[in-house]
């Protein structure tokens, strides 16, 4: 093996702390992360921070390795070819490997107006703006929060526990990820708090305004304050850096999470898109990722052939405030269950993968290799092989 290598890690988030933690249980490597602030930001945590019953931040001391070298700055440009990475503050940072782990925001379809006068939750900062802006509005005044899903569904639910007259709005169904049952619950927990629910394809949100909102069926919703909790999108370091990306800008790696453009490029967590099949966006996901994608980067080292990614889906879980959470059981193919916790138990088992999200890195810096998760080795295959055998069947 050779001595002194570089491996640098862009992105401090589950992802990239993981893997960073993980690989650098090799003694002949110096590892450093690139992370624009200097603390980590347990993204789980962001609604509660936008209602304050959550800092969510933790101290990088407290979950990354003390012989990982941390780098606050934004990573502006990779050359696959120099083995560099060009910092916004100047200067740059050579390396022999790099993690690509840079984590998403929310993004979508742009809708008129959205930019200038909705209000995203999806970034340490931006949750901070909007709690900022909150704390200036009446209790009263309405919140309409955009967008479905976990951050939407928790975002609605912890400031309608706080007292706030808050509207949820969905162009598709509210949870689509729960099963039928669950997402029942779900709008009971929801209607409990106070949230008005309006869904469908007619609550699609056409136009964002300054003191309202436009939906697809021509309504008009006043909205003192929106909340933008819709959509996906990555950075555009890696497009950016004339590195071969899926449609939404996720870099294209193979199975083993190497990047196509470059075999000392390897990627992790939300944008990541190994065989243009990317998995979704989850803290668990990330951290499985970012721990693979330190072996690979260990196998090749090695000069051994990197393992394909292999992992099987188990839960998922929803809060709703602080009294009540859904706790979701999946199949390994991630599709939901029958069965789910509902109430108490939910909401128990939702800190528990919470606190564990965070847990699982400290014990990696403790102790690298020490991370595993169940393996799957059936379903993800065969979504491969059914996609290769419809490509290779002429059109009619």
């Known amino acids: 093996m050779g001595k002194n290598l570089e491996v640098v890690v862009i992105g401090g988030g589950y992802a ?3 893997a960073a933690n993980r690989v650098r249980g090799h003694d002949d490597l110096k590892v450093t992360v690139i992370n624009p602030r200097q603390v980590f930001v347990p993204r789980l945590r962001l609604h509660q921070l936008v209602a304050g019953t959550h800092d969510a931040v933790v101290d990088y001391g407290e979950v990354l390795a003390e012989d990982v070298d941390l780098v606050v700055d ?6 696959a070819a120099g083995h560099t990475v060009t910092l916004a503050e100047g200067g740059g940072i050579g390396y022999d490997y790099l993690i690509y782990a840079v984590g998403s925001h929310s993004g979508g379809p742009q809708v008129p107006g959205a930019a200038e006068f909705a209000h995203p939750v999806a970034t340490l900062e931006a949750a901070q703006r909007l709690r900022s802006m909150l704390l200036d ?3 009263a005044a309405v919140v309409t929060v955009v967008g479905g899903g976990p951050v939407g569904i928790e975002t609605a639910a912890e400031l309608a526990e706080q007292g706030r007259s808050v509207r949820l ?3 598709a169904v509210v949870g689509p990820s729960l099963h039928p049952s669950a997402r029942r619950t779900a709008r009971k927990y929801l209607t409990r ?8 394809p007619g609550a699609s949100v056409t136009e964002v305004r300054p003191e309202a909102v436009e939906l697809g069926d021509g309504r008009t919703l006043s909205s003192a304050v929106t909340v933008w909790a819709a959509g996906f999108g990555v950075p555009e370091l890696a497009r950016r850096s004339g590195l071969r990306t899926d449609a939404a800008g ?5 199975e083993t999470l190497t ?3 470059s075999d000392r490029i390897v990627a992790a967590g939300d944008a990541s898109a190994p065989s243009d099949l990317p998995f979704r966006m989850s803290a668990y996901i990330a951290g499985c990722l970012g721990a693979h994608a330190a072996d690979t980067v260990l196998a090749r080292i090695a000069d051994e052939r990197p393992a394909p990614i292999d992992l099987s889906f188990q839960a998922m879980c929803f809060s ?18 029958r069965w789910y916790f509902p109430g108490f138990m939910g909401r128990k088992l939702k800190e528990f993968s919470c606190a564990a999200s965070v847990k699982h890195l400290v014990t990696e810096a403790d102790k690298p290799g020490s991370h595993h998760w169940p393996k799957d080795g059936v379903h993800r295959p065969a979504l491969l092989q059914a996609r290769s055998t419809s490509a290779s069947v002429p059109n009619a």
């Open 16 to 18: 990239g702390v993981m």
């Open 193 to 200: 708090l106070g949230v008005e629910v309006i869904e469908g």
């Open 250 to 254: 996720r870099l294209l790696t193979d």
């Open 74 to 79: 934004n990573a502006t440009h990779i050359d």
């Open 320 to 337: 709703f405030g602080r009294d009540a959470g859904i706790f979701q059981l999946l199949d390994k193919d991630d599709s939901a269950k």
């Open 259 to 261: 990047g196509v453009d």
């Open 169 to 171: 709005v969905c162009g």
């Open 137 to 139: 509005q009446p209790t």
